[in-house]
Nanobody, 118 residues
């Protein structure tokens, strides 16, 4: 199976920055896609950014120009650099990986809280 460990959340003031990390471990043959999602209180979970295969990153419009997703293939680690944070970015952030082990499955991290104070 695949385990995902997230880190990097916290409390930051408006305009500040945070960097989230998501490290995948387990019997991984390959990773098909990696992505970051977030869920604010009372709202549905939404896609923030993802990378599918070797393609270009995709971002939700609200974070374009402020967030950058990247991946370290050698270490099966994904990052989300978040700059110019706004109070509306406050949410629990989850990483999701579609990985090939003995089968192809999707896996979620435990979530990390990001709070942006005004």
């Amino acid at each position: 199976q695949v385990q995902l460990v997230e880190s990097g959340g916290g409390l930051v003031q408006t305009g500040g920055s945070l960097r989230l990390s998501c490290a995948a471990s387990g019997s991984i043959f390959s990773i098909r896609s990696m992505g970051w999602y977030r869920q604010a209180p009372g709202k549905q979970r939404e896609l923030v950014a993802n990378i599918i295969g070797g393609g270009m990153p995709n971002y939700v419009d609200s974070v374009k120009g402020r967030f950058t997703i990247s991946r370290d293939n050698a270490n099966n680690t994904m990052y989300l650099q978040m700059n110019s944070l706004k109070p509306e970015d406050t949410a629990v952030y989850y990483c999701k990986v579609v990985a090939v082990t003995t089968y192809t499955g999707q896996y979620w991290g435990q979530g990390t809280q990001v709070i942006v104070s005004s």
